[in-house]
Antibody
């Protein structure tokens, strides 16, 4: 079964650092983009960025550039989303999702498999 | 950056009715890279349509997508009780992905 399994919920204080994870299984992890999507409470989906684990090519939304770091370790089929200094406004559900990479691949650039989400709460 | 605007914000319909959801792009989008998702409360989004009109695996044929360039439509031919949810469009272009703000389909 193809799946993405995310790390568990986190409760942090403002100013703390955090790294959450997304582990893929059931498919060739390095050959699909992994994207990260934020959903603030009661709000819509916001694309944050993507990484291609095969060569670590990373793209960021202008809204999130410099605010987070996306990385991946293809040897353990895991992608990461990292903050160096959390703010209360980072409180949200964070999803990882897989995107077919080939230009001509069916579903290319859509997100066909999603993780279950990681809830991050930042509060003093 | 391409902005996607979905309308209406909320659609109030009864089971069995037809739902028509709109997604308008601020500039032309490749049809190959326009997708639709469904999200129910407490769940991750689910891919419904990719390439503007192709149904994802396991998606019932009451869901259909159409459109090109800047105007795209998701149609649900006859609403089932499980179809009441929030729907998002998403596009890729110039190395950036973006989502629309969503349309909520609620029971009238």
């Amino acid at each position: 079964e193809v799946q993405l399994v995310q790390s568990g919920a986190e409760v942090k204080k403002p100013g703390e650092s955090l790294k959450i994870s997304c582990k893929g299984s059931g498919y060739t992890f390095p050959t699909y983009w992994i994207g990260w999507v934020r959903q603030m409470p009661g709000k819509g989906l916001e694309w944050m960025g993507v990484i291609y684990p095969g060569d670590s090519d990373t793209r960021y939304s202008p809204s999130f550039q410099g605010q987070v770091t996306i990385s991946a370790d293809k040897s353990i089929s895991t992608a990461y989303l990292q903050w160096s200094s959390l703010k209360a406004s980072d409180t949200a559900m964070y999803y990882c999702a897989r995107s077919p990479a080939g230009i001509a691949a069916p579903g290319s650039r859509s997100f066909d498999i999603w993780g279950q989400g990681t809830m991050v709460t930042v509060s003093s | 950056e391409i902005v996607l605007t979905q309308s209406p914000g909320t659609l109030s319909l009864s089971p069995g009715e037809r739902a028509t959801l709109s997604c308008r792009a601020s500039q032309s989008v490749s049809s190959s890279y326009l997708a639709w998702y469904q999200q129910k409360p407490g769940q991750a989004p689910r891919l419904l349509i990719f390439g503007a009109s192709s149904r994802a695996t396991g998606i019932p044929d009451r869901f259909s997508g159409s459109g090109s360039e800047t105007d795209f439509t998701l149609t649900i031919s006859r609403l089932e009780p499980e179809d009441f949810a929030v729907y998002y469009c998403q596009q890729y272009g110039s190395s950036l992905w973006t989502f629309g703000q969503g349309t909520k389909v609620e029971i009238k």
